[in-house]
């Protein structure tokens, strides 16, 4: 089960103790903690800044942090995010003017990068610049809010994307975020991906392990050990 990483989304954590509470998500088992990001104009929601990475960096969360853009522009908010503490950053293709040289201003400040695809995004600039992706992430429902449900088409777009990935044979994780739980988790695991989203599913629940545990017994009923 080492390659399955379960992604608990802080958005839907309790803002009035995140460190804590983020703190209970990451002892419970979270793989990576998803960090979404939105401004209201690239989304029409607006969340958390740099200065909360750094805050839970300070308060001990030392698991990888995860940050999704959904702003626009970029490039700006990559660069504090780096310096933040961010390990991956991702942001939508829609949202950057020259992809390949926000791909490049990730790495160039130490993180891994990745992409974004909206439900109804063509894949089609993935094969320019594959060689400076380390996730492909891809959205099971629009951006901009939790709680809403998986959109059923994402698990064909799996499947091709997981077809690049081989053909590629680069390490690059395969992302989805949005509408995963308990139930369907199995089915996304089966189409390709490797790295999962989960953010209501999990923080609706008291206990959080329960659920994560439930999560990654789903993934290896389907997929083996
Ligand atoms: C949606 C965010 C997701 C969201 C997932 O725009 O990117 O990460 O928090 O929440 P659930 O798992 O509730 O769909
Ligand atoms: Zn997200």
Not at 94 to 121: M, R, W, Y
Not at 211 to 221: D, E, G, K, P
Request: charged share 20%; proline share 3%; net charge neutral.
């Amino acid at each position: 089960m080492k390659n399955f990483w379960i992604a608990p989304s802080i958005l839907s954590a309790d803002f009035a103790c995140l460190g804590e509470d983020t703190a209970r998500v990451v002892s419970a088992g979270a793989d990576l903690v998803h960090f979404d990001v939105m401004d209201n104009h690239y989304v029409p929601n607006i969340t958390i800044g740099p200065l909360v990475l750094t805050a839970l960096r300070k308060y001990g969360i030392n698991a990888p942090i995860d940050v999704h853009l959904m702003v626009k522009p970029v490039d700006n908010l990559i660069i504090s995010f780096a310096n933040a503490g961010a390990n991956y950053i991702s942001f939508h293709k829609e949202a950057s003017e020259h992809i390949d040289s926000s791909l490049q201003l990730i790495k160039a400040h130490g993180c891994k990068a990745g992409l974004v695809f909206n439900p109804a995004t063509s894949l089609e600039c993935l094969e320019y610049v594959i060689d400076k992706i380390d996730m492909i992430l891809l959205m099971s429902v629009n951006p901009g809010f939790s709680g809403q449900s998986f959109i059923s088409s994402t698990i064909d777009k799996i499947r091709k994307v997981r077809k690049i990935i081989n053909f590629y044979n680069r390490e690059i994780r395969l992302e989805v975020d949005g509408g995963i739980n308990i139930e369907n988790i199995g089915t996304i695991a089966i189409a390709g991906a490797d790295t999962f989203v989960a953010g209501s599913a999990i923080f609706s629940q008291k206990n959080y392990h329960t659920v994560i545990n439930a999560m990654r017994n789903a993934i290896s009923l389907v997929v083996g050990k």
